[in-house]
C-alpha cells in the first residue's frame, strides 16, 4: 500500500469508526451487505452524521457559519478529489468513483439548512425536507449498489426514496418528544405536539406503510450483494415501527421509544437468519 493508499484507506476507517460511535443498528445492517460495499456506505453515513451534528448538538456555537463552511469544504473536497478532512476525503472518494450527483447532496444539505430555520412544517416543507434528509442519502447509496448501471438505478430510484422517507418517518414518529422538548421541531405538518391523538398518529402510519409497501419492489431488484443487507434493514425498520404502532399516542408524547442495544442486535440478528433462511 503507497502513501495515497494508506491515507485513502485511514480516512475511510475513520467513516468506519463514526458509524460504528453513532449508530449501533447502522452498523449491524452494513456487516450484512457484501463486504465490497461496506466501506463506501460508511464514508456516506459518516458525511450526513457530521452534518446533522452541526444542527442538532453545538447548540452554542454559529451553526449557519459552520454549516456554510461544511458545505464549502465538501464542494472543495469533490472538486479537487482530496481534503485533509477525513470524513471529506472519504466522501469525496465514494462521490468521484461512483458519480453520485451533486444534486443529491446540494438537496440534503439544504434539508440540514432547513433544521436551522424551521420548527414546524407544511406539508410542501415536509416533503422537501424528506426528500433531502432521507430520500437522496438512500440514492447515494443506491448509486454504490448499482456500481456504473444507470438504468438498474432509474429502475430502483422511487422504490429507494420511499423506503428512505419510510424510515425517517418512523424516526420522526420514534423522536417526536425529543424533537419538540429539545429542538422545538414538529415535523409531521399539521400536527399539534400537544394534542397529539390516536386519529392524527393513525394517518401518520398509514401514510408509513404506504412508503414500506411500495419500497417492497426496489429490495428484491438489488443486486444480490445489497438485497439481503437492506431486506433486513427493511425489517428492523417494519419491526420497530410495529412496536411504535402498539402504543398509545399519549405514551409516544411522554416517552422516546428507545430499543436497548441488546434487543436491537437480537432483533438484527434474528432478522438477518429469518431472511437467510426463507422465513420472512
Known amino acids: 500500500m503507497d502513501a495515497i493508499e494508506l491515507f485513502d484507506h485511514t480516512t475511510l476507517e475513520c467513516s468506519k469508526l463514526i458509524t460504528q460511535r453513532y449508530s449501533t443498528s447502522f452498523t449491524l445492517g452494513i456487516k450484512t451487505l457484501d463486504k465490497k460495499y461496506h466501506l463506501p456506505i460508511y464514508a456516506i453515513y459518516g458525511f450526513v452524521r457530521y452534518a446533522d451534528e452541526i444542527v442538532d448538538t453545538f447548540h452554542d456555537k454559529d451553526k449557519q457559519a459552520l454549516l456554510d463552511r461544511f458545505k464549502k469544504d465538501t464542494y472543495e473536497a469533490i472538486e479537487s478529489r482530496i481534503s ?7 466522501f469525496q472518494l465514494m462521490v468521484n468513483k461512483y458519480q453520485i450527483p451533486l444534486d443529491l447532496i446540494e438537496a440534503f444539505l439544504h434539508s ?4 436551522l430555520d ?13 426528500y433531502g434528509s432521507a430520500e437522496v442519502v438512500g440514492l447515494m447509496c443506491l448509486k454504490v449498489f448499482c456500481e456504473g ?13 420511499k423506503l428512505g422517507a419510510a424510515f425517517q418517518k418512523v424516526n420522526f414518529l420514534r423522536d ?6 429539545e429542538r422545538g421541531r414538529v415535523y409531521f405538518p399539521g400536527v399539534d405536539f400537544t394534542r397529539f391523538d390516536k386519529s392524527a398518529k393513525t394517518l401518520i402510519e398509514e401514510d408509513i406503510q404506504k412508503d414500506f409497501n ?17 431486506r433486513v434493514a427493511y425489517l428492523y425498520y417494519q419491526k420497530l415501527f410495529d412496536k411504535i404502532k402498539g402504543l398509545p399516542a399519549e405514551t409516544i408524547t411522554q416517552h422516546r421509544v428507545r430499543i436497548p442495544n441488546s434487543k436491537k442486535l437480537s432483533l438484527l440478528v434474528g432478522t438477518y437468519f429469518e431472511t437467510k433462511l426463507g422465513l420472512l
Do not use: W
Not at 112 to 115: C, V
Open 176 to 181: 417526536i418528544k425529543s424533537d419538540f422538548e
Open 112 to 115: 440540514m439548512e432547513m433544521d
Open 214 to 230: 411500495d419500497s417492497l419492489i426496489g429490495i428484491e431488484n438489488l443486486p444480490s450483494g445489497a438485497k439481503l443487507g437492506v
Open 84 to 90: 485533509l478532512n477525513p470524513v471529506l476525503h472519504a
Open 149 to 161: 448501471d444507470e438504468q438498474m438505478y432509474q429502475r430502483l430510484r422511487e422504490p429507494a426514496c
Open 118 to 130: 424551521f420548527k414546524t412544517y407544511n406539508d410542501s416543507k415536509y416533503h422537501e425536507y424528506i
